[in-house]
């Protein structure tokens, strides 16, 4: 497995453990509204990290298309 790869990994699962960690003590200071609210943000940030993960991949994957004038 690359280099690479397995670092963006370990920072989605480091995003996972702070956003649990955020979203427990949001839920014990304010309550269930916060918790779902930093949840919301935190599965946002996961689909943005995977999604630019997806597309740096098709990219290193897909040939060029040429461009015809």
Known sequence: MR???V???VVIA???AVGVAAATIA???TG???ALA??????ALIRASLRSETE?????????VP???
């Open 3 to 5: 280099t690479d790869v």
């Open 32 to 34: 269930l509204a916060a």
């Open 56 to 64: 740096a991949m098709r990219s290193h994957f897909e040939p060029p």
């Open 7 to 9: 670092v963006r990994r």
């Open 14 to 16: 480091v995003q996972v």
């Open 38 to 43: 930093l949840v919301a943000v935190g599965i």
């Open 67 to 69: 461009v015809r004038s």
């Open 27 to 29: 839920w014990e200071w």
